[in-house]
């Protein structure tokens, strides 16, 4: 049988940012005294500690109480959100406060708002105007010098990345004119075009599909979650070391990039995100979502950990090979073979990793799938510790 763990210690330069494996937990006596309550958990291992001060210019002393503050704007969203109603026209967490900003068209829920701990922003479009306009160029072929477009709550409007490059053509121009028409519409301009980060395969790295390689992205019970672009339903997935891993059970790509592996025997998960053997590996505890301006770290077969923050949610990212939607744009880099890593906020799960413009030497963007959209299209279960 093969050996009990998905990745072992001893080659952790192959390994994916899901680390599969078990865990024993020692029996307890029955007639033991109780043990006192233990303390709560850190929420972020060393490992993303340092890569936040790096890719963020924190200490690691400002790097936990952000993730504190982000955790409580996290918690505050959902209630905000409910006080709201129809007023609510999106929410960002401020890292120079600390605090969860909340945008309403209305003057009078700003009390109720700002009673649950959040700050208000007055805006004239409300969330649900926005995403209705989001969605009526979700209808609207692009030309390829058009990258995507958002619901950006901070500007309070929808934003469409076009290409510098091609900004000023036939093509574009006539995408923007029909975009613009109901006013809701910003333009900014990206670097690139966007793509994915699959790659070629290369000796002793994570897991491959035919000749792509690809990163692992959460475990879940019975197999892991992954992009969707990386494999299609029915293929065989190969471990690091060559031998049979799993078979993609479902795939999507484009319209979504997500996907379900399913593992074989004498491979089992945990909840963790590798640490590449120099720093400890991140435990995942759940999959709350974080908001907008949040931090937010990513873990990938080749370039490994990198911090950013969240730029934007319900976002459309159009990929030469066809549109994504509903992707949630951050200020991360990636390169090619980190596709379907891991994407966390603190020990919460967020997403899979999608594409991006750019590298990790001179700075990118890169988007990602929401996990849990992809645990409830296949009714899944993330693997927490």
């Keep these: 049988m093969k050996r009990t763990t998905l990745l072992p210690f001893t080659s952790l ?11 024993g937990l020692g029996a307890s006596s029955a007639t033991a005294a109780p043990l006192p309550e233990p303390a709560a958990p850190p929420s972020a291992s060393a490992g993303l500690l340092d890569a936040m001060r790096q890719d963020l210019g924190l200490t690691a002393a400002q790097a936990e109480e952000r993730l504190r503050a982000e955790k409580a704007a996290t918690e505050v969203e959902r209630t905000a959100r409910q006080r709201a109603g129809a007023a609510y026209g999106g929410s960002w967490f401020d890292p120079a406060a600390g605090r969860l900003v909340v945008a309403v068209t209305d003057r009078a829920k700003e009390r109720d708002v700002r009673a649950l701990g959040a700050d208000t922003r007055l805006v004239r479009h409300s969330a649900t105007a926005l995403d209705r306009a989001k969605a009526r160029l979700d209808g ?30 036939p093509a574009v121009r006539a995408f923007l004119d029909r975009a613009r028409a109901d006013g809701l519409v910003t333009v900014a301009e990206t670097a690139e075009a966007p793509r994915t980060y699959a790659a070629g395969t290369v000796g002793g790295d994570p897991y491959y599909t035919g000749n792509v390689r690809c990163s692992i992205g959460f475990s879940v ?58 720093v400890p590996d991140q435990l995942v505890r759940g999959s709350a979502e974080a908001p907008v301006g949040a931090s937010i770290c990513r873990s990938g077969s080749t370039t490994r950990w990198h911090c950013g923050t969240v730029l934007a949610k319900n976002q459309t990212v159009n990929y030469s090979q066809g549109a994504v939607y509903q992707m949630t744009k951050t200020s ?11 994407f966390l906020s603190g020990d919460q799960a967020q997403g899979v990793t999608s594409g991006g413009w750019g590298n990790c030497s001179s700075g990118g963007e890169t988007w990602f799938q929401p996990v849990n959209e992809i645990l409830n299209r296949y009714g899944l279960r993330l693997h927490t510790a």
């Design 221 to 278: 019970h019975g197999g892991f979650v992954t992009a969707g672009h990386c494999g299609r339903a029915g293929a065989a997935v190969r471990g690091w070391d060559g031998s049979a891993m799993g078979t993609f059970q479902g795939s999507s790509f484009p319209g979504d990039d997500y996907a379900y592996v399913s593992i074989h025997s004498g491979w089992w998960t945990v909840p963790v995100v590798l640490g590449w053997g120099t």
């Design 140 to 169: 609207l072929r692009a030309p390829a010098g058009v990258a995507g477009w958002h619901v950006d709550p901070r500007a309070n409007s929808v934003v469409v990345d076009v290409v510098r490059a091609e900004r000023h053509t």
């Design 332 to 342: 991360v880099c990636a390169e090619g073979g980190d596709s379907g890593g891991s």
């Design 13 to 23: 330069g192959a390994a994916v940012c899901a680390l599969l494996l078990t865990v």
